[in-house]
C-alpha cells in the first residue's frame, strides 16, 4: 500500500486547529485537539508507512542520526503550511513519530488573555523569571507573548537557546539571535557560557535540564541579564525546591542565597479544557518580595504558599486554587476539571463550596 501524504496530515493538523499529530504502527494516525486524542479516519498504518512519510521530511545527515541513536528531534517549517516540532522515535522496532504544530504568528499577551502582572515582570532589567508546567501546558507560547511584548516597546538584544527553537520573532525593536541546540550550538550550558559574550540584554532558556544549565542561568541573571527559563514543575513553591534539589548538600546555601536575590517570577501554569470547547491557562504566580527573598534563603520555602495566598492585591501574585476558582466562577470551566487539575484538591472543594 502507498505511503499516505504526509504533507497532507500535517496541513489537516493546521486546518483542524490541532496541537499534535501522533504517528504509531497499528493503529490510525490521530491528532489532539483541546488536548483529547482523536485518530484521524484513515487506514492504520504499518512501521513501513510511517518510516518512508516521515524519512521524505529529513536530510540524509538526520537520517544517519536517527540510525544511530534512534531518537530525532527536529523543527520543520512547510512552506504553505506551517512549522512543527518533530521527534522521531522507535517502538517495539518500528518508526513512530510526534508532530507538535508551532504557530507562525507570535502572540500577543493580550490576546492570551494573560493576568496584567506579566506586563510589570517584564519590565525588569535583570533577575530570572520562570514559566513552569507539565509538557503541553503552553509554557513555549507565554514565554513567545512576553518576549513579543518587550519586543514591541524596548531596543533590547534577545539570545534564545532551545532544542529545538520553536517561535521565530521578527526584529521589530529588538534584536533576536535564535539558538538552536544540535544545530547552532552544542548544549545549553555550552550556549550559556558563550552568551555572555554576545553582549545580550535578555537570555531564554528552553529547558533547564541540568546542573550546569541551571547555575549559568542563576549567574546571567544575577549579572544584570534578564533571563527567561522552564521547568517541568507544578507548582511556584516546588519550581523552587526543585532547583535546589539538584545541588549536593554543601552547595545548597549559596544556591538558596542566588535564588533569593535573584529569582523575580515563577508561574507555574496548566491548560485546562473549556467549557463549550477551547482551553485556559490557569496559572499560579509567584513574584519574589523581601518576605519570599527571606523565606527561600533560610530554607522555609514551605511556607512560601501561605505567604502567596497573603501577597495578594499590589503584587498580583495568585495560587493555583484562586485562579481555577476564578474560571469557575466565571463559568469557564466545570468543577469536575478544576478538581482534576488541581494541585491542591481539597482546598478546591472546599473554597468552592461557599
Not at 500500500?1 to 497499528?26: E, N, P, Y
Not at 512549522?83 to 508532530?99: E, I, Q
Not at 525588569?124 to 514565554?143: A, C, D, F, Y
Not at 555550552?190 to 544549565?213: N, S
Amino acid at each position: 500500500m502507498a505511503a499516505f501524504d504526509i504533507k497532507k496530515l500535517l496541513q489537516s493538523v493546521v486546518t483542524h486547529g490541532a496541537s499534535d499529530l501522533h504517528l504509531v504502527s497499528r493503529t490510525e494516525p490521530q491528532i489532539r485537539l483541546d488536548g483529547v486524542l482523536k485518530p484521524v479516519n484513515l487506514p492504520k498504518l504499518t512501521g513501513e508507512d510511517i518510516e518512508e512519510m516521515c524519512y521524505s521530511l529529513i536530510t540524509e545527515k538526520q537520517k544517519q542520526q536517527f540510525e544511530e541513536h534512534d531518537e530525532l528531534d527536529f523543527a520543520l517549517l512547510l512552506p504553505n503550511i506551517g512549522r512543527f516540532r518533530a521527534n522521531y522515535y522507535r517502538t517495539l522496532g518500528d518508526t513512530a513519530a510526534a508532530f507538535r504544530t508551532i504557530p507562525i504568528d507570535v502572540p500577543a499577551l493580550d490576546d492570551l488573555g494573560a493576568p496584567e502582572v506579566y506586563k510589570k515582570l517584564i519590565k525588569r532589567e535583570k533577575g530570572l523569571i520562570l514559566v513552569t508546567g507539565p509538557t503541553g501546558s503552553g509554557k513555549s507560547t507565554t514565554l513567545a507573548a512576553m518576549l513579543n511584548e518587550i519586543n514591541l516597546h524596548e531596543q533590547k538584544h534577545v539570545v534564545t537557546v532551545e532544542d529545538p527553537v520553536e517561535f521565530i520573532h521578527q526584529n521589530k525593536k529588538c534584536v533576536f539571535s535564535h539558538r538552536g541546540v544540535g544545530e547552532d550550538t552544542k548544549s545549553f550550558a555550552l550556549a550559556l557560557k558563550y552568551a555572555m559574550r554576545q553582549d545580550p540584554d535578555i537570555i531564554l532558556i528552553g529547558e533547564m535540564r541540568d546542573k550546569e544549565t541551571i547555575e549559568a542561568a542563576l549567574t546571567a541573571a544575577e549579572t544584570g541579564h534578564l533571563v527567561f527559563g522552564t521547568l517541568h514543575t507544578s507548582s511556584a513553591p516546588g519550581t523552587i525546591n526543585r532547583i535546589i534539589d539538584v545541588f549536593s548538600g554543601d552547595e545548597q546555601p549559596q544556591i538558596r542565597a542566588m535564588i533569593s536575590s535573584s529569582l523575580v517570577a515563577v508561574i507555574a501554569q496548566s491548560l485546562l479544557p473549556k467549557l463549550g470547547g477551547g482551553r485556559v491557562a490557569a496559572s499560579e504566580i509567584l513574584v519574589t518580595n523581601h518576605a519570599i527573598s527571606n523565606l527561600i534563603r533560610e530554607d522555609k520555602v514551605h511556607q512560601i504558599y501561605s505567604q502567596m495566598q497573603l501577597g495578594q492585591g499590589d503584587t498580583g501574585m495568585q495560587t493555583q486554587t484562586q485562579s481555577l476558582l476564578k474560571f469557575m466562577k466565571e463559568g469557564k470551566i466545570s468543577r469536575d476539571t478544576a478538581l482534576q487539575y488541581a494541585n491542591k484538591p481539597d482546598e478546591v472543594s472546599k473554597a468552592a463550596q461557599y
